[in-house]
């Protein structure tokens, strides 16, 4: 079966601190890879996407693949009170981004 | 990204009785997807909602539970059938925008908020 793992946190940075969020995939054939967050009682918001190995930036938000190691992260830099939030890894084994499987989602807390 | 609207946005139900949720996307997309969030868990997906045919179910999810229409580009609709309190959760649709390796990326409508007594 094909799984998604994240830790389930909290996991917890003050303000202006880089926060480091991981996930592993279990199936190697996997090319699409998504982040998601998540705010209590709303639904997930689409952050980055990656194909690639290596790293992608957007703003304060860069994610990392690494497929040999079947491994993707997300580093906020300058973490904010609002990025407390829970975030979603999604991998799609299809190759496509049509059917995701999501992890358990990290819960990020950004402390002042 | 397409603009996504749920109907109901939440509703108390009574077990036995079914409810309907309604999916609708301002632009054509080709798929569309109804997901299931249970409390303090993550997202999983009941089925792909396929305009003109059946949907595909993925793999604990059957038609006569949790049937779907889809009878255009921009609408869907998932049914909630014989309710018990396991099916109080947060219903997704979502949708899959562009084309193509690298290109496509889901969308998620507002979600609706069930809760079964």
């Known amino acids: 079966q094909k799984e998604v793992e994240q830790n389930s946190g909290p996991l917890s940075v003050p303000e202006g601190a880089i926060a480091s969020l991981n996930c592993t995939y279990s199936?190697?054939?996997?090319?699409?890879f998504f982040w998601y967050r998540q705010y209590s009682g709303k639904s997930p918001e689409l952050i980055m996407s990656?194909?690639?190995?290596g790293d992608k930036e957007d703003g304060r938000f860069t994610a990392q693949l690494n497929k040999a190691s079947q491994y993707v992260s997300l580093l906020i830099r300058d973490s904010q009170p609002s990025d407390s939030a829970t975030y979603l890894c999604?991998?799609?084994?299809?190759?496509?981004?049509?059917?995701?499987?999501f992890g358990t989602g990290t819960r990020l807390q950004v402390t002042l | 990204s397409a603009v996504i609207s749920q109907k109901p946005s939440r509703d108390i139900c009574q077990r036995g009785t079914s409810l309907t949720i309604q999916c609708q996307v301002d632009?054509?997309?080709?798929?569309m997807f109804w997901y299931r969030q249970q409390p303090g868990q993550s997202l999983t997906l009941i089925a792909t909602a396929n305009q003109g045919s059946e949907a595909t179910y993925e793999s604990g999810f059957v038609i006569d539970k949790f049937p779907i229409s889809r009878p255009n580009l921009t609408f869907s609709t998932l049914t909630v059938s014989n309710m018990s309190p396991e099916d109080s959760s947060i219903y997704l649709c979502?949708?899959?925008?562009?084309?193509?390796?690298?290109?496509?990326?889901?969308?998620f409508g507002p979600g609706t908020r069930l809760l079964v007594l």
């Open positions: 999604a991998v799609a084994f299809s190759g496509t981004a049509s059917k995701l499987t």
């Open positions: 632009s054509q997309v080709t798929m």
């Open positions: 990656i194909y690639s190995n």
């Open positions: 979502s949708v899959v925008q562009g084309a193509g390796f690298g290109q496509e990326t889901q969308y």
């Open positions: 199936d190697r054939v996997s090319q699409s």
